[in-house]
C-alpha cells in the first residue's frame, strides 16, 4: 500500500505549498493527495502534475494521510522525497 512506504520514508514534504514547490523542482518520488481535501487548495498541485505527468495518488482523508506524515492533524498533501 502506497501509504506505508509513506510512513518509512526518510524525508517528506508536508502541505500543498511544500509539495508544490518540491515537484517543480523535480525533487518528489510519489505525491499523495486527500480526497476529502478543499478543491481550492489542492487544485494548483493537482494542476501541475496533470500538465507534467506527475503520478497522484489519492488518500481517502487527511487525517489519514496526517497520521501516514506521522504528524497529529490532518494534511492535504504529502510527498516522498528523494534522497
Not at 493527495?33 to 498541485?45: F, G, T, Y
Not at 496533470?50 to 494534511?75: F, M, P, T
Amino acid at each position: 500500500m502506497p501509504l506505508e512506504k509513506l510512513k518509512k520514508a526518510k524525508k517528506v514534504a508536508i502541505g500543498t505549498k511544500q509539495v508544490l514547490k518540491a515537484a517543480e523542482n523535480k525533487e518528489t518520488v510519489l505525491i499523495f493527495v486527500a480526497q476529502d481535501a478543499d478543491a481550492k487548495v489542492v487544485e494548483p498541485l493537482s494542476t501541475y502534475c496533470n500538465e507534467h505527468g506527475v503520478q497522484i495518488v489519492s488518500i481517502d482523508s487527511r487525517i489519514q494521510l496526517g497520521k501516514a506524515c506521522g504528524i497529529d492533524v490532518g494534511a492535504a498533501a504529502a510527498a516522498i522525497l528523494k534522497d
